[in-house]
């Protein structure tokens, strides 16, 4: 069982930025991929983006593309997602997902997910 905590969701305005935190609770993160995903109210879950764990290769959906940064610090266990430049466009639940495995844009393909953080951009 892996326990994912997240952190850093809040309300922002346009143009401005935020810092997303998980936390893994295991012992092979370092080799596992992390990701994140989103869900706005009344829309599907869609993926934002993911980091592998060997390698550290990074997968960004166009939407965030040059204004979201996916880092992994393997010492901590956490994965931090930078949010730049962000739009009211952004709002939303904002998870984190786990999986052992070769890195997934689908969101099926995790087997563990934090409890999710809120984030709301104001326009």
């Known amino acids: 069982q892996v326990h994912l905590v997240e952190s850093g969701g809040g309300l922002v305005q346009a143009g401005g930025s935020l810092r997303l935190s998980c936390a893994a609770s295991?012992?092979?993160?370092?080799?596992?991929?992390m990701g994140w995903f989103r869900q706005a109210p009344g829309k599907e879950r869609e993926f934002v983006a993911a980091?592998?764990?060997?390698?550290?290769?990074?997968y960004y959906a166009d939407s965030v593309k040059g204004r979201f940064t996916l880092s992994r610090d393997n010492a901590k266990n956490t994965v931090y997602l930078q949010m730049n430049s962000l739009r009211p466009e952004d709002t939303a639940v904002y998870y984190c997902?786990?999986?052992?495995?070769?890195?997934?844009?689908?969101?099926?393909?995790?087997?563990?997910w934090g409890q999710g953080t809120q984030v709301t951009v104001s326009s």
């Open positions: 295991t012992r092979t993160f370092s080799t596992c991929t």
């Open positions: 980091i592998s764990g060997i390698g550290g290769s990074r």
């Open positions: 997902a786990f999986r052992c495995g070769s890195t997934s844009l689908q969101s099926n393909d995790y087997s563990y």
